[in-house]
C-alpha cells in the first residue's frame, strides 16, 4: 500500500514538473467539422484553391467530382475554382516543379489528398492557426505543431501575426478578437474541404445513410401491420 501511494505521489510530481511540460507535445484545438455544410465545404474550396495549390497537389482528386459533391456545375467550378489552364476532368496537380520547390522551400510540398487522415483534423486545423514570429528563420516565421516548418504563413494576411510568450502560448500582434475569430471559421471551412477530399465518399455514405433509415422507418409500417395479420388467426 505504501510502495503504491509512493509511486502514486512520484508520478504524479512528474508530470506536474516543469520539465515534463516541456517536453509534452502541444495540446491540439478540437475541430467539429460538417461535411454536409456544402457552404463551409464551397468555402474551404476557394481557400484551397486560392492559397495551397500554388504549392501542393492534391492529385487524387478531380475538379469535377469535387464540384458534383459540393453541389457545383462544371462552369461555377470553371468559372470560380479553376485557373484557366486545367480542364475540369483535370486532377489538382500543381505548377510549380518539384526542383524548384526543393529550392526554395528545402523540402518539396506534399500532396494534400489525404493529409486529413495522416495528420487528423484536430492537428490541421491547430497547425494552421500556430504560425508565429520568429526572426531566427529564414522564413521569419515558426509554426508551434511543426518546429521549424519549411512552410511559410501563407494566410498571414487573414490571420496577422502572432508572437510566442515565454510559456509557449501564442498573442496576436496585429489584429483584434475579431479577426482572430474570422480565421478560425476561415480555418474550419478549409479543413473541412480536407477532410472531405482525404475521403470523398463519406458524403454519398452520410447521404445514402439517410435513405437507408428512412426506408427502415417505412418498411416498418409495412412489415408491423403484416406481423398482425399472419399472427391473427394463431392467437
Ligand atoms: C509557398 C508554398 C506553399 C504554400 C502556398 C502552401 N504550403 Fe503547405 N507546405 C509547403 C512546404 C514547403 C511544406 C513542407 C514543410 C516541411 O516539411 O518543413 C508544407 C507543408 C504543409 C503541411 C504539412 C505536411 C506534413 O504533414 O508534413 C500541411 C498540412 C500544409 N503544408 C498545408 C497547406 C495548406 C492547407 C496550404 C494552403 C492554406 C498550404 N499548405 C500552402 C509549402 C507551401
Not at 86 to 100: I, L, Q, S, Y
Not at 173 to 180: I, K, P, S, V
Request: glycine letters at 6%; charged letters at 25%.
Amino acid at each position: 500500500m505504501k510502495l503504491t501511494l509512493g509511486l502514486l505521489l512520484s508520478l504524479t510530481a512528474f508530470f506536474a514538473s516543469p520539465a515534463y511540460a516541456a517536453s509534452s507535445k502541444v495540446a491540439l484545438d478540437n475541430v467539429e467539422l460538417d461535411l454536409s455544410d456544402k457552404a463551409s465545404l464551397q468555402r474551404g474550396a476557394k481557400i484551397f484553391m486560392n492559397y495551397c495549390l500554388s504549392c501542393h497537389s492534391a492529385s487524387y482528386m478531380r475538379y469535377n467530382r469535387m464540384g458534383k459533391d459540393l453541389g457545383l456545375s462544371d462552369k461555377q467550378v470553371k468559372e470560380s475554382l479553376m485557373f484557366a489552364s486545367d480542364k475540369v476532368g483535370d486532377t489538382m496537380t500543381v505548377a510549380m516543379r518539384p526542383e524548384d520547390a526543393k529550392k526554395w522551400f528545402g523540402v518539396v510540398p506534399p500532396d494534400l489528398s489525404v493529409i486529413s487522415r495522416a495528420r487528423g483534423t484536430d492537428w490541421l486545423y491547430t497547425y494552421l492557426r500556430s504560425y508565429y514570429l520568429d526572426t531566427d528563420k529564414p522564413l521569419g516565421t515558426n509554426n508551434l505543431v511543426f518546429t521549424d516548418v519549411g512552410m511559410p504563413h501563407v494566410l498571414w494576411q487573414e490571420q496577422g501575426y502572432l508572437r510566442k510568450d515565454s510559456d509557449n502560448q501564442l498573442h496576436a500582434l496585429t489584429g483584434d478578437q475579431e479577426m482572430a475569430f474570422e480565421y478560425s471559421m476561415m480555418i474550419r471551412d478549409l479543413v473541412n474541404f480536407m477532410a472531405y477530399i482525404g475521403e470523398p465518399s463519406k458524403i454519398e455514405r452520410l447521404a445514402l445513410g439517410k435513405w437507408v433509415l428512412l426506408y427502415l422507418v417505412l418498411f416498418f409500417f409495412v412489415a408491423y401491420p403484416l406481423k398482425k395479420a399472419f399472427w391473427e388467426d394463431v392467437h
